[in-house]
């Protein structure tokens, strides 16, 4: 049951983990990134900001908004001339990002916008995206990220889901968005970024330089309103915001547990700075991190990419479109010492011919994370090949499992593998939140080394809702032994040592004549293929066995292969029955997001559409 927020309270909680690795781990890497004398500085400018008087009253009744807000103010005001943010040609200072977020976040109250009123934003990787995301952050306002390959009404029901009250969009989308404008009840305000905005549009430039840089009424909340289930279904909207800003926001709803729960919880979600290099990481010139983004920002895994940027005082590289030899130049150019990827981003990258792959210093690379589908062992050891190859002092790959709605659970860092190679093949341990491997039908938690459905507690899930669709949580809650636990239909197992392996997912299974199949399995197979660029396997109807394993393939330029090969590849490597595709089609390209996310439905209504029509 939620718990009053109070001194007290927040203060027990603290006092119960303060000598974690955890905690400890964080607080070294927060006092490694901004520098001792920042931190002090910061603190010191934080508490001036509104009176001392005024902020002690503000601590004391734990209304924590205004000053939480302020405190990353003052924080930008303190690291001055760091770079903030390296956009193509354009570098903007903390400083400069500071003046253009408080005269945003100005012009946002202007228009209307309170706290929990929220400002949607369709927005390529860029400083503008940055921009926004700050400005709704320090006003209290989420900030819905809509997936910029959406278009037609698709866009105006993801858009209308969240009933945002402005639209912050590219120019780029205009012709997507400007048919369906007045089909957006909610929106009483859209900003373009670009180009030449339209009557009834306002001028993103246009709106800051007529707005001051003066502090605005601040409040609270990580902007964070994730989009999920996108590509298997309906978009739902999680309100991830409300669990990573309890604490200090006065306008997030409480957790359904109490404060030490969710404090630690909340400990261990941000932690993943430290397990991944946070308290050692000092770029020689900027003396801090600095993050190069290539996966869209809208999906919620890039967060663990550009969570050093707002936490730690990182230097952001956002990159508007991936490319994979340009990701390494922006390595080398940038000294990029941190990256969020998915697997689809390394597999280009390792295509690359190795006379280009050898022309680029990689040295400054120490955390290049890998999330959001299954990254085959292969790649894994592939990349870090790669990077220590071309400088990198040790193995570079890291890897996380959670989803939009849990955030991370479990991190695999480099001395896990290296201490035991096995445990390439997994996804790490829990160490920001917890997972339980359970029984559907015995309703019980299984033994060590035995598969199961994988269920997960983390601050993410303690105050988890669908805002919209609020039915859809049912489907995701188990209920065991009184705890409330989020299930993503996912199937795995852990070893002795805790380290988490995926099978498969329950609503990818595919049930051929009675036996379960895994298509994640096959996939890991093809995906060793030298001739495969990419592929998926996917559920296709059969007159007698009900479905059958079907693999789509995407091969490489130039290259030509047969089904009988490809069936024949799979048996090689020890496929057995019905996990050899019955059937394998070629593709000259598979319907796959930048972010990772393979669209399976739109294959499979290719193969069923014929069964459907009939009933």
């Not at 109250?109 to 700050?134: H, W």
């Not at 709605?405 to 035991?420: F, N, R, S, V």
């Amino acid at each position: 049951m939620p718990e009053e927020k109070s001194l007290k309270s927040v203060t027990k909680a603290m006092r119960a983990i303060m000598f974690t690795e955890e905690n400890r781990g964080l607080n070294r890497s927060v006092r490694k990134q901004w520098g001792f004398v920042n931190v002090v500085k910061t603190l010191k400018n934080t508490m001036q900001t509104g009176g001392f008087k005024n902020n002690m009253d503000a601590i004391k009744r734990f209304q924590m908004g205004s000053i939480a807000a302020n405190f990353f103010i003052c924080l930008w005001e303190v690291l001055d001339q760091r770079e903030a943010i390296v956009d193509g040609d354009r570098r903007f200072t903390f400083k400069q990002m500071r003046d253009r977020v408080l005269r945003l976040a100005n012009a946002f109250q202007s228009m209307g916008v309170k706290p929990k009123d929220r400002i949607a934003c369709m927005l390529y990787n860029s400083a503008e995206y940055f921009e926004t995301f700050y400005a709704a952050t320090i006003i209290g306002a989420p900030l819905p990220a809509v997936n910029w390959h959406l278009s037609g009404k698709d866009l105006r029901d993801t858009i209308n889901l969240r009933k945002p009250r402005v639209f912050v969009f590219d120019h780029d989308f205009a012709e997507d968005i400007l048919p369906f404008k007045d089909e957006m009840k909610t929106v009483e305000q859209f900003i373009m970024v670009g180009g030449e905005a339209p009557r009834g549009i306002s001028s993103y430039e246009k709106i800051i330089s007529e707005h001051s840089a003066e502090m605005p009424k601040t409040n609270f909340i990580f902007a964070m309103n994730p989009y999920t289930g996108g590509t298997t279904g309906s978009p739902k909207s999680s309100n991830l915001y409300d669990g990573l800003s309890y604490l200090l926001s006065d306008v997030a709803e409480a957790p359904r547990t109490g404060m030490e729960e969710y404090y630690r919880y909340l400990i261990r979600q941000f932690s993943y700075m430290y397990f991944f290099g946070g308290d050692k990481i000092k770029d020689p010139v900027e003396k801090n991190i600095r993050s190069l983004i290539p996966t869209p920002m809208y999906h919620a895994g890039t967060a663990a990419g550009f969570g050093p940027c707002i936490l730690l005082g990182a230097t952001a590289v956002p990159m508007r479109k991936f490319d994979p030899e340009s990701y390494l130049m922006m390595v080398e150019k940038e000294r990029i010492s941190w990256s969020f990827t998915v697997p689809t981003i390394l597999q280009r990258i390792l295509a690359l011919p190795d006379s280009v792959k050898r022309k680029y210093d990689l040295s400054s690379m120490n955390t290049l994370i890998s999330a959001a589908a299954p990254c085959p062992p292969e790649v894994k050891n592939a990349v870090n090949d790669l990077f220590t190859k071309q400088g990198a002092k040790k193995p570079v790959f890291h890897e996380y499992y959670g989803s939009s709605e849990t955030a991370m659970i479990t991190l695999m860092l480099p001395q896990d593998y290296i201490q035991k190679p096995e445990r390439i093949h997994s996804v790490g341990k829990p160490r920001c939140g917890d997972i339980l491997i359970y029984d559907e039908i015995s309703q019980k938690p299984v033994d060590t080394g035995k598969e199961g459905l994988i269920l997960c507690r983390s601050v993410g899930t303690l105050s988890l809702r669908y805002p919209g669709t609020e039915s859809k949580l049912k489907e995701s809650q188990k209920i065991v032994d009184g705890q409330e636990w989020y299930d993503d239909r996912l199937i795995g197992w852990q070893d002795p040592d805790g380290f988490l392996y995926l099978t498969g997912r329950l609503k990818e299974m595919i049930i051929c004549g009675g036996v379960n199949i895994f298509p994640v399995e096959i996939e890991r197979v093809l995906f060793m293929n030298p001739k495969i660029d990419d592929a998926a396997v996917i559920r296709a109807p059969h007159p007698d066995l009900g479905e059958m394993a079907l693999a789509c393939i995407q091969l490489k330029k130039g290259v030509k292969a047969t089904e009988k090969e490809i069936q024949d590849y799979c048996k090689e490597k020890g496929l057995k029955g019905f996990s050899i595709p019955k059937k394998v089609d070629f593709f000259d390209k598979l319907p796959r997001h930048i972010d990772g996310k393979l669209i399976k439905r739109e294959l499979e209504d290719i193969y069923w559409k014929e069964v459907k029509r009939r009933g």
